[in-house]
């Protein structure tokens, strides 16, 4: 019987005996293996670099936007029910007005009258609504009061059932009359009524820009963690995209080749200086904005007729407000008789009686910075920065958010909800504002889309009367990176099969080879007494150690390759995962270094693989006849 210590002795002389092979057999083996440990740290660190970059917006959550059908689909611009009703009310609305006008004692032309429909080819039947008329505007109005879209209560009920943590809804924020006018370095811009006040150069930030009414939940994670906003301030509350910041404090833009480095900086500067910036705006109605218009347009044709004799001025001049007051355009001189006035008064009674506003309007806004979110995605899709970017990231759909609770908080809410459109205040051929549901898992909030989105149409609307909405994904992707973690878990257990199954053919060779080289010792052996079983011994003792050895060089082999992978590559994700997912947290890292213990489990397949691989083998040599081989060598 041979011993368990020499048994070891021999087995390491056979490993000394054929070192070349052994080398080789170590080499290729260990390098599939390594290919496996590599690409398990770097997946197992990339995942938990997301992980923890999740944190610092809504990556970590698992948000479902719902967009309701809007009740007027297909053709609806020919409606005969539309355009039918929107007669009615033309009609209806100039025998009122001739009736107002009279009682009134003014003139009213009913070609003034915006007709409700048009009909460009002049063929019958191919008339269509026209949407400036106030008579189409309020049949659509009415239309959608008597077929409202689903909203918060119906998100709720088809929600139930998938138990969401929470459900919430944001609305559109702009000027229900009149416009908002940049007022760069304090001053608004009279150049012309057209012409709007620009930010460096960008144009007015308040027609380029998409501003939504957004609930705490969803703007929290974004807030600067200083900033100079306080209720008191009675400044609106921003949250804008990093580009919109850049713009808003003067900076020049990257250019496309900057270094990663240079973009660090850039976060960092945007997060230390974002906090003090604000911006004035100058609201003004539409009579507010005509009554400047005209001060503009009276004082250039008074200049361009100074010398001339036959010129009358207007009996009604408005001068400038102060460039820098967002004041009312004043009477500078008013030369009209007393039946004007009073038939100017009697006008103005009859534009009120019928919805038209009257009264000049206008105030001057100040908004603060208050958070910052990551651009939409910015690197080309094809790019590795892209494909970060489009399966993680954290964002707002490229809007500058008003954290409604912070907007609360305001003195003069009231005012500017006056100002400003709410959901379902205002004139829209759209669905008001957009309901969110967040659930506690990803598998909650990937059922209820793959179960309760609708169907849509090739015109984009459901059609699935059941199910109202359509819903996707909001914020992040984190549902998505779910799926990916699971595949990834899928993808490298198929992997750990097929280089098991290639090792061990690649072993099964090298064990085989060495047996086969080995018939006449195998027999000398039995001569000696040994035992099946003692034999076996010694070349399990072998097996086990090459695969030992293939184990260690795979582990040492793959962390090398894993730690040039994320030496080589940090620098750069660390970027676009600051732009993806917000960097709050500007010393936060991305790095590709994860250990888990799956990467124990690759070293004990390759030990499991090389002890299979001489199974085969070593009953085939252990059968054959001593005395034959004895004589055959």
């Known amino acids: 019987m041979i011993g368990l210590i020499d048994a070891t002795v021999l087995a390491v002389t056979k490993l000394r005996t054929r070192q070349i092979r052994t080398i080789v057999t170590i080499g290729i083996s260990g390098v599939l293996f390594a290919a496996l440990v590599g690409a398990l740290i770097v997946f197992q660190g990339g995942f938990r670099s997301i992980t923890a970059f999740n944190k610092n917006g809504l990556g970590s959550r698992y948000i479902v936007t719902a967009a309701p059908d809007f009740p007027l689909s297909g053709n609806w611009l020919q409606s005969k029910a539309l355009i039918t009703r929107a007669q009615q009310i033309y009609t209806q609305t100039i025998a009122d007005k001739k009736a107002a006008a009279k009682k009134l004692g003014i003139t009213y032309d009913p070609a003034t009258e915006p007709a409700p429909t048009v009909d460009p080819d002049g063929v019958a039947g191919h008339a269509y609504l026209s949407f400036a008329a106030p008579s189409v505007q309020q049949a659509v109005q009415e239309y959608l009061s008597a077929h409202p879209s689903p909203g918060l209560p119906e998100l709720k009920q088809v929600s139930a059932p998938y138990h969401p943590v929470d459900t919430y809804s944001s609305s559109p924020f702009t000027a229900s009359s009149g416009t908002l006018q940049t007022m760069t370095n304090g001053l608004e811009n009279f150049a012309s009524a057209s012409d709007t006040s620009s930010i460096k150069g960008s144009g007015n930030f308040f027609d380029q820009n998409q501003f939504t009414l957004m609930p705490s939940q969803l703007t929290k994670p974004f807030l600067l963690s200083h900033m100079k906003w306080t209720s008191s301030s009675d400044a609106i509350p921003l949250a804008v995209p990093y580009a919109t910041a850049t713009k808003l404090l003067g900076l020049t833009p990257l250019p496309s080749g900057a270094s990663p480095t240079q973009k660090l900086q850039r976060i960092q500067q945007l997060y230390a200086k974002a906090g003090d910036v604000s911006l004035a705006a100058c609201y003004r109605n539409t009579v507010s904005e005509k009554q400047i218009q005209d001060a503009i347009s009276a004082a250039g044709d008074i200049a361009k007729n100074k010398n001339n004799k036959a010129y009358q001025k207007p009996n009604l001049l408005y001068g400038l407000p102060a460039a820098g007051s967002c004041g009312p355009a004043a009477v500078t001189s008013d030369t009209r008789t007393n039946d004007e006035k009073s038939l100017d008064q009697k006008q103005d009674t009859f ?137 990834f878990s899928t993808f490298f257990k198929l992997a750990a099969l097929v280089i098991t199954a290639i090792a061990i053919v690649i072993m099964t060779g090298t064990v085989g080879r060495m047996l086969a080289d080995s018939r006449r010792e195998t027999a000398v052996f039995r001569a000696i007494g040994a035992k099946r079983m003692d034999i076996a011994g010694i070349y399990g003792i072998y097996t086990l150690l090459l695969s030992s050895m293939i184990a260690v060089a795979s582990l040492a082999l793959g962390y090398v390759v894993a730690r040039l992978f994320d030496q080589h590559f940090w620098k750069a994700t660390t970027v676009q995962a600051q732009l993806a997912f917000g960097g709050a947290n500007s010393h936060q890292q991305f790095h590709f270094l994860g250990y888990s213990v799956e990467i124990w489990l690759v070293a004990g397949v390759a030990i499991a693989a090389g002890l299979v691989s001489m199974i085969l083998p070593t009953v085939r040599n252990l059968r054959r006849n001593p005395i034959k081989d004895m004589r055959d060598e």
């Open 351 to 487: 534009n009120a009686e019928f919805g038209q506003v009257v009264q000049p309007d206008q105030q001057k806004i100040t908004f603060d910075i208050v958070g910052l979110v990551p651009d939409q995605q910015t690197a080309p899709a094809h790019s590795a920065a892209g494909i970060l970017q489009s399966i993680v990231g954290s964002s707002l759909a490229g809007a500058i958010a008003i954290p409604k609770d912070m907007y609360e908080q305001l003195p003069s809410v009231a005012r500017y909800k006056d100002i400003f459109q709410a959901s379902g205040k205002g004139f829209s051929f759209g669905p008001q504002g957009t309901n969110y549901a967040e659930f506690s898992s990803a598998s909650a909030a990937r059922n209820f889309i793959a179960k309760d989105s609708c169907t849509t149409r090739e015109n984009g609307t459901c059609a699935t009367p059941t199910k109202p909405f359509q819903l996707s994904a909001f914020g992040s992707d984190s549902i998505a990176m779910q799926d990916l973690q699971h595949k």
